[in-house]
């Protein structure tokens, strides 16, 4: 989304639809790097609050609509920090203010932060996970109750200033999630001007999680190197097919991150319903042949060995001797 966007600045500005240009980068995390601790490479060097503040006065006067992205903003605290959205606020003082959520049902949001965690560091086994959710809520610094995203959001803005929307009903809309948010950003814009004209693949996908895990098994205390995660996809997609939809999750852990949030959405769905009719959340619900994290069988296993022995940079190796061939 942030990508088609920044591609589309040009054509957006003159429709006075202005998304600033924080390149190489085609989100807004840098604008965020006062309050949240982000990798060095987001940093811009007024700092992110002095770029907001600039920001705020070169369009205060116009009749644009500044559009800031960046799935930051929802951070809760932690390590991490947070956004102070009062600062926010009070640096666009005079302006109208919409704040556009994307919520994702909790399951596949909680295996995308897996994902996302493991690209850099051990994440948490996928039962700690799960336990941490269903205790407080957050994951990794993150709101995974969304009811709590709400309440943080109405310390800072006023409900009429607010609207979510559900992840997988935007996914499956005209233009899908991007058209979902222009559609309240600039309603009457054509949907040419910000969507791509030809075919592109997603920016940012998460990778597998459940071979993740495998790998995580595998390489024990350490993250595991390129060879090994690529032979744990390997294996996958020979022994269950590359398009098999697949989970961290067992049907336990499903069955209880449905029972803490299942009736938290619906609780939600029913405080934001005044401005927004008929809103809703999709649950998780399971395709007949998902696999689950306990249907990883001996076959699997034994595929996935296979790989690494079979790997060309280690068959190019000449065997160890033995004692006897010494």
Known sequence: ??????????????????????????GHHGFLTDWIALPAAYAT????????????????????TIMLSSEELSRAGGPGGYADLDALRSLFAGYDILVLCVLRDQLSFLQS??????????????PDLVGEAVETGMVDGVFCDYGRLYDRLRQSFAADEIRLLD????????????????????????PDIYLPHSPVGQ?????????????????????PDARLRAAANTAFDLE???????????????????????PANEALCDRVRRLQPGFSLTSFAPAPDLLWRED???????????????????????????AAQG
């Open 1 to 26: 989304m942030q990508d088609c966007l920044a591609v589309a600045r040009a054509a957006l500005a003159q429709a006075q639809v202005i998304y600033p240009d924080l390149s190489p980068h085609s």
């Open 45 to 64: 060097p007024s700092g992110g609050r002095a770029g907001l503040a600039q920001l705020a006065r070169q369009w205060r006067d116009s009749e644009a």
């Open 113 to 126: 932060v897996y994902a996302e965690i493991a690209r850099a560091r051990l994440p948490p086994r996928p």
């Open 167 to 190: 992840y997988h009903a935007a996914c499956n809309a005209p233009g899908g999630v991007l058209a979902s948010l222009m559609r309240y950003v600039a309603p009457g814009l054509a």
């Open 203 to 223: 920016a940012n996908v998460s990778p597998r999680a459940l071979t993740i895990w495998a790998a995580l098994a595998v390489a024990g205390s350490a993250l």
């Open 240 to 262: 269950y097919a590359p398009t098999r939809r697949a989970t961290i999750f067992t049907r336990a852990e499903h069955r209880t991150l449905a029972g803490r949030f299942d």
């Open 296 to 322: 990883l069988g001996p076959a699997y296993w034994v595929r996935l060995a296979r790989r690494l022995w079979l790997d060309p940079e280690r068959a190019a190796e000449p065997p160890p001797l033995t």
